[in-house]
């Protein structure tokens, strides 16, 4: 699409991909964390005590009143970098490749001195679920406001508990993938920046918490509904960053309504092609900035369905997902469940029946746009439904009476933003 002389306003940006090499004059004394690789790096630092693979270093002493530190960086679209006096300063390699650098103040290192177990968690999982980083390190530098993303760095404040500062390294440094690597365009499209980091941050804690949940993007479905609330401060997703009417509009559509994209996408295709497209996307589309539609044609070849349906809706349009259960009757040797579309959103549907045997049985009725069934055996795929009629009927091969409970998505991955109407019989509380 050209250039982008984008001005900056403070919310998102957008660079071509250079190589740097940046000095840094400062007084000796000045410990300097940054982009890229330092050069002449066993002139600067010097092994101190390690723990496990943990290993501190120290700063060198030199005669002169001054030094010049110089890093170099390719494939990286900006530079940034900190420097105190009073750093503490440890690294671990996480494999031959890549080491993970650590800097931070001495008065916070009883949380510090912990965290590089998470990171090295971090970075084995990205890799496992969405594609290896490229380059030969990474830092983790304390300092800003709070936490910022940078090629090859995350800044972040880091003065309070375990739990924060593991959260906030995980979001800023999922930027990497995203921002950094892929680098796709998040003044125009801020969703698939915000939106595809908080979903890699969700699924890489969840995978590393000691208790996983089902959904770890439940927060972000809850937004969802929030600003579903309150119909008069939505707006599309292609909405360009800068141009939302209001912050916290811009805030659920990027971090929230980004995020369950990805979140409904595998709900659409099923785990196995969506893994293999998330890994296959990175792969391809790493330091080329991508745009929405080469995401949605690797799904498409990894999954054999069409889904253009699906990007126009969720992300050109306002429109919302609400699926209920009107009516369930019995038939003859069979059952008959009678479901409407109450939202102005066509989804396929994940339905979970319960029999009194205690039989589990899952169903998928898919859309007739996507043209084709479910990819995965564990449900039974039915008729397409078409996206114009706003009822179907699914029967289900058992009769009325060995039914004990009819379910619309159980697992919450359908953004439906009104769910008591989801089930039969109908649950107490619900009207």
């Excluded at 003065?159 to 906030?168: A, M, R």
């Excluded at 003859?332 to 959103?345: A, C, D, P, S």
Aim: glycine share 6%; proline share 6%.
């Amino acid at each position: 699409m050209g250039w982008h002389p984008y001005p900056y306003v403070g919310r998102e940006f957008y660079a071509p991909f250079g190589k740097f090499e940046v000095n840094i004059d400062l007084p000796s004394d000045y410990k300097v964390a940054a982009t890229g690789t330092l050069q002449d790096y066993d002139n600067f630092w010097t092994a101190d005590a390690k723990e496990g693979e943990l290993q501190f270093e120290s700063l060198k002493e030199i005669d002169a009143d001054r030094r010049t530190w110089t890093f170099t960086a390719e494939n990286v679209h900006d530079f940034a970098w900190g420097a105190d006096p009073d750093y503490v300063h440890s690294s671990t390699p996480f494999d031959e490749e890549l080491d993970l650098h650590f800097f931070y103040l001495d008065d916070y290192e009883e949380t510090w001195e912990r965290l590089p177990k998470y990171a090295l968690q971090f970075f084995r999982e990205m890799k496992t679920r969405f594609g290896a980083y490229p380059y030969p390190q990474f830092s983790v530098i304390q300092g800003g406001d709070g936490g910022m993303e940078y090629p090859m760095c995350t800044m972040l404040k880091g003065t309070g508990k375990i739990s924060g500062l593991i959260g906030v390294t995980v979001h800023e440094g999922a930027h990497n993938w995203y921002y950094g690597i892929l680098g796709s365009n998040e003044a125009r499209y801020p969703w698939m920046d915000e939106g595809f980091t908080s979903f890699a941050e969700e699924e890489v804690i969840n995978a590393i918490r000691r208790d996983p949940v089902l959904n770890p993007h439940a927060r972000a479905y809850s937004n969802h509904t929030f600003l579903a609330s309150k119909p008069e401060q939505l707006e599309p997703l292609s909405t360009m960053a800068d141009r939302f009417e209001l912050n916290r509009t811009y805030s659920i559509n990027s971090y929230s309504r980004g995020q369950i994209f990805l979140a409904q996408l595998r709900y659409i295709i099923g785990e196995e092609a969506f893994n293999r497209g998330i890994q296959r996307f990175f792969n391809e589309w790493k330091f080329k900035h991508p745009e929405p539609w080469d995401l949605v044609r690797i799904m498409e070849r990894e999954s054999g369905l069409q889904l253009d349906w699906y990007y126009h809706q969720w992300v050109e349009t306002t429109k919302l997902i609400d699926y209920g259960i009107r009516e369930v009757e019995a038939g003859k040797n069979n059952t008959r469940v009678h479901i409407e579309r109450l939202g102005t959103m066509s989804m396929p549907l994940k339905v979970r029946l319960y029999l009194r045997n205690e039989v589990v049985m899952n169903y998928y009725i898919p859309t007739v746009e996507q043209y084709g069934p479910y990819p995965e055996n564990d449900h039974k795929s039915q008729s397409p439904w078409p996206w114009t009629h706003p009822d179907y009927i699914l029967n289900l091969p058992v009769e009325f009476k060995d039914i004990e409970k009819i379910v619309i998505d159980e697992d919450g991955f359908l953004a439906d933003i009104n769910r008591s109407n989801n089930t039969y019989p109908k649950e107490e509380g619900q009207e």
